[in-house]
């Protein structure tokens, strides 16, 4: 399987500003020497050697991550963030969704960074799609169509042209959805979430956003360590510094420390951060990762794990 990310901020879009990038340029000419700017192979070369929030962005888009099975045969997206417009477009460009085609979306919550994209996601004005739609909350139809009533969107769900067909996952039992095994597991968070874990041929990817864990919580991890068990890649709620989640009890979030520790207790091969605070520029993303991985040296000792933090565009072989 195959793990694309379109949306990793939480909360709300946010979009980088002209004084970002004024900042990013600075910052890259003052580490440019006359050797860098020859050629344009040298300056290629170059870009290529700067930090990733100097040449770069982790985007602004909220939640919408592309999940594949082998072969790239079965998609599914996992939340409709802002994220899924540009998934919407990729899809049509490399051939997929222009009628005649299946997807299947998966809700964790309904929060409005997690669905608010679904209404340009270009794929669901198109006749003979067919959208397969699947969450925990019995009531997700409802939840979605809300936010196309008139007073909030000129388009009603009705006038939406690809078939629609909802469905129940009841928590913590084993669905089978086309090629995937499919089990929720409910976490703690305002409203109500759930993570997500998905195997194919062995293989397993659980995602785990809006989800509140902390110190006091931690006595209470072993029914979680058991769902995360083993994943090859765990995407998690990072959205807070250590600091941050001490103070923000009860917010809904969870920092990168817990993450890392129950990523390690959970025999995780690849933690993903995620969810990133829509505060958060570039340089403060990469600080974070930084801080992350030496927590990891000190927490997980000699304990195989590999930390990243999603970025838009990354995309994971599993
Ligand atoms: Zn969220
Ligand atoms: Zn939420």
Not at 42 to 54: C, K, R, T
Not at 75 to 96: F, K, Q, Y
Not at 242 to 267: N, P, Q, V, Y
Request: net charge negative.
């Amino acid at each position: 399987m195959k793990v694309r990310f379109w949306g990793v901020r939480g909360s709300i879009a946010s979009a980088i500003t002209g004084k970002d990038v004024e900042n990013k340029l600075r910052a890259a000419l003052a580490l440019a020497t006359p050797a860098d700017l020859l050629t344009p192979e040298s300056v290629d070369n170059f870009i290529a050697s700067l930090p990733f929030s100097i040449r770069g962005t982790y985007g602004g888009n909220t939640t919408c991550v592309e999940l594949l099975s082998e072969g790239d045969e079965q998609i599914c997206v996992i939340d409709a963030g802002t994220g899924i417009r540009p998934l919407g477009n990729s899809l049509l460009e490399r051939g997929r969704l222009q009628g005649n085609d299946e997807i299947y979306l998966f809700f964790t919550h309904s929060h409005w960074d997690h669905i608010q994209g679904l209404m340009f996601f270009a794929p669901i004005y198109i006749p003979g799609n067919t959208f397969h739609i699947y969450s925990s909350f019995a009531d997700i139809e409802e939840r979605l169509r809300y936010q196309q009533v008139r007073t909030h969107f000129p388009v009603i769900m009705d006038e939406m042209a690809a078939k629609r067909y909802f469905y129940h996952i009841p928590e913590l039992t084993p669905t089978q959805v086309g090629k995937f095994t499919v089990k929720t597991k409910a976490v703690r968070h305002p409203g109500g979430c759930y993570s997500l874990r998905f195997e194919e041929n062995g293989k397993t990817f659980v995602f785990c956003s809006d989800a509140e864990f902390n110190l006091d919580t931690m006595d209470e991890i072993g029914s979680y360590v058991e769902f995360f068990y083993g994943a090859d890649v765990l995407v998690f709620d990072t959205q807070y510094t250590f600091e941050e989640s001490l103070r923000k009890i009860d917010w809904g979030h969870s920092s990168a420390a817990i993450a890392t520790d129950i990523a390690l207790r959970s025999a995780v091969k690849k933690l993903v951060m995620f969810h990133h605070d829509p505060s958060y520029s570039d340089s403060k993303m990469d600080d974070l990762i930084i801080q992350t991985l030496k927590y990891k040296d000190m927490a997980g000792q000699d304990q195989d794990l590999e930390i990243v933090a999603a970025y838009e565009g990354l995309t994971i072989e599993i």
